[in-house]
Structure formats: C-alpha cells, structure tokens
C-alpha cells in the first residue's frame, strides 16, 4: 500500500470519526413507546417535577380535551416531545415548548411552569399514551427531566342498541337526571287538566295518565334510596337544600300513594292529588335550579 493511499485512508477514518462525534454529542434523544428516559442513565429526574390535573381521559374519535399540566425545576420548559410514545398520532395546543414566565405560562413563580394544553384525538378508536416533559431548558443533551403519562381512550362509533342501552342505564334510570321527574310531572299535570276540563269524559284518561306518573315517580323514588338513606344518616351535617328536597319528596310521595288508592277506590280526594301535584312540580323546578337539569 503506497504512503498517499495511506494518508487518504487516515484522513477518511478521521472524517467519519469525527462526525460520528459530533453528531453523538448534538443528539435529542426522543423516548420511544413504553420506554423509561431514565434507563441507561440518558436522563435524570433530579430537581424536576410534574403533574397533570388528569391523567386519564374517555373521548370521542378527533374530539379535544384539556389537561392541565404543573412543572417545576431551574429554568423548567413543558413539551410534549415529537415522536415520544404515541404522542405524534396527537395535536397538541399550545404546539410549542412552553418556557416559565412565557405568554402560555399560567404559573406567575419562577422556575414553574402552569399551563392548559389542549389536545386533540386521533380519529381512530384505540388506547393511547401521550408522554408530557418538564425538562431544563438549558441544554439538549441529556437534560434532567420529569415526566407524566396520559391514557386516552378513543371510542369507536356505538350501535344504535348499545347507545340505547347506555341511555336507559345512564340516563333514564338515573335520579339525577331529568327524565323520570319531569315525565311524571308532565303526566299528572295533563291528567289534572283534563280533569278539570271533562271530568266524566276524561276520568278514565285521567287514572291512566296518573298512574303511569305515580309508577315513574316510585322508580325514581326506589332510586334515590340509597343516596337519600346516606344523606339522612349525616343528618348533622347534611345540606339544608338536600333535607328540604328529601322531606318535600316525602311529602310529595305519600300524597300521590294516598290519591291512587282512593281513586282506585272510587274516592275523588282531588285536593290530596294537587298536594301531590305541587310537591312534584316544586322538587324538580327546586332540583334543577340548585344542582342543574341533567339530561
């Protein structure tokens, strides 16, 4: 081998050698699927922490929802890091790094970092993770860090049955919606007014419409059983709207008992049925403007 074939082969090697250097030392290290930044001792978590408000979220395919993330440490930055777990299949907003004391930063203190991110879905149903940094902004290799793991549920697009099974579980049955009150509210109210309109006509009308209120107004009831038997059982200490909401429904409850017995005795005790009637009309009007109309 001649000397000038020598020197080209060593300049070569130092070449490479070199470059390999330089791009080891100015590497961002991007943590893949499932994988802990601290192994190998790339990252520490000396002096840095963070946290999420949620960490956990059930969403629609391509709907967003907002987390809050808190991040402390010298000169902290919040990122959600490109091509960290799944995070590229998400959109996130605020898109850029956010630095302590920048215009995102809710977090008024030094070295903190307070921000609402914004997230949006993938479109396609799955569960996912999203990886969130509070990292030293100071430097890109290996920097000291923390981080927090989101779990995100993308549902995929229900059947007709199974969304109305959710309804009549969920929704329906519950007594903390609207439904059941404001069906047998609406039921005995036009039972009455037809009443009152035709008796003779409309009596018959009248015990079906009546009847089907009081049968919802008892599912209601036997649904709030349990949650009514813990409030009275605190009783020292339970809310006055929640004790005047209880003891009107009572009130309320026996009424419509006592009106359906003696109509189906051939008794019109009208005035026990309007008892009933403004018992049941107070505690939903009372129920959705303390604690909202559910539905």
């Known amino acids: 081998m001649n000397r000038p074939f020598k020197i080209k082969i060593a300049l070569l090697a130092g070449f490479m050698c070199s470059l390999a250097v330089l791009i080891g030392f100015n590497v ?51 990122e959600a890091i490109a091509g960290a777990v799944d995070n ?12 302590s004391n920048s215009s995102y930063d809710l977090d008024t203190g030094s070295n903190a970092v307070g921000v609402i991110m914004t997230i949006t879905a993938p479109s396609q149903p799955g569960n996912y993770k999203i990886m969130i940094l509070g990292r030293d902004s100071r ?4 920097p000291n860090l923390a981080y927090v793991e989101l779990s995100v549920t993308v549902l995929g697009t229900p059947s007709w049955a199974a969304v109305f099974v959710s309804f009549l579980i969920n929704d ?14 609406t039921l005995l109210a036009l039972g009455t007014l037809l009443y009152k309109l035709d008796a003779k006509r409309f009596t018959r009308i009248h015990g079906l419409l009546a009847g089907s209120a009081f049968i919802l107004t008892t599912i209601n009831v036997i649904l709030v059983i349990p949650a009514a038997t813990a409030a ?57 403007i303390i604690w909202g109309f559910n539905t």
């Open 232 to 288: 009275l059982a605190a009783i020292t200490t339970i809310n006055i709207w929640h004790l005047i909401h209880i003891l009107v429904g009572i009130v309320g409850y026996a009424a419509g008992a006592v009106a359906m017995l003696t109509g189906l005795g051939g008794l019109r005790w009208t005035k026990i049925g309007y008892v009933a009637l403004i018992c049941w009309s107070f505690n939903l009007v009372f129920g959705g």
């Open 172 to 185: 329906l049955f519950n007594h903390m919606y609207v439904y059941l009150g404001g069906a047998a509210v």
């Open 139 to 142: 430097t890109d290799a290996k």
């Open 28 to 78: 961002t290290a991007n943590p893949s699927f499932g994988s802990n930044p601290y192994m190998s001792g790339c990252h520490r978590s000396t002096g840095y922490q963070i946290s999420a408000n949620v960490t956990s979220f059930t969403v629609k395919p391509g709907k967003s929802f907002s987390v809050y993330i808190s991040a402390n440490g010298t000169a902290v930055e919040v």
């Open 88 to 99: 590229n299949l998400f959109e996130f907003a605020p898109a850029s790094i956010i630095a």
